[in-house]
């Protein structure tokens, strides 16, 4: 826009000077005034031109480098995330495999009368869990050593169920 009334102001200043006037040198000495004011105009307004172009240029690099480093951190953040959800999986996993295991040895130990501390250890070393019941304490079982085992059941795959009571069979 000031480059236009700059042109402007140049076409004006030569169309004085071509009409001429009275008095030629005075019009003459004004429209050259006129045509070096309006050249250092049209300077002027090259030069903040090209240092907004500058600038402008300068903006973009700046938000490139910014949106590259946002993708950046963006996939460590996705790659951190999988990494995490990976390692929850393989967890599970190896839970569901530890308790789908079978049993070291096909014989399931006779713990019956046993105390169920020692119970559950003589199971555990022959590769079987144990999940104890009780139907004589209101609580449950709070103090293992207290309770006798009175029944064993059959083993579903690796768990035997063991009813231990408290107060004898």
Known sequence: MKVLVG????????????????DS??????????????SVQVERLKLEKEKAEAEARAAKAEAAREAQEAKAASKRAARHAAKRAQARTEAREAVVTEEEAEPESEEVPDVVGMRLPLAKSALSAAGYATRAENT??????????????????EPQGNVVVVLAQKYGC
């Open 136 to 153: 004589d304490t209101t609580f449950g079982i709070i103090v293992p050593s207290h309770y006798t085992v009175c029944e064993q059941s």
């Open 25 to 38: 040198s005075s019009t003459t000495v004004e429209s050259a005034a006129a045509a070096a004011e309006s």
């Open 7 to 22: 042109l402007v102001t140049v076409g004006i200043s030569l169309t004085l000077v071509a009409c001429g006037g009275g």
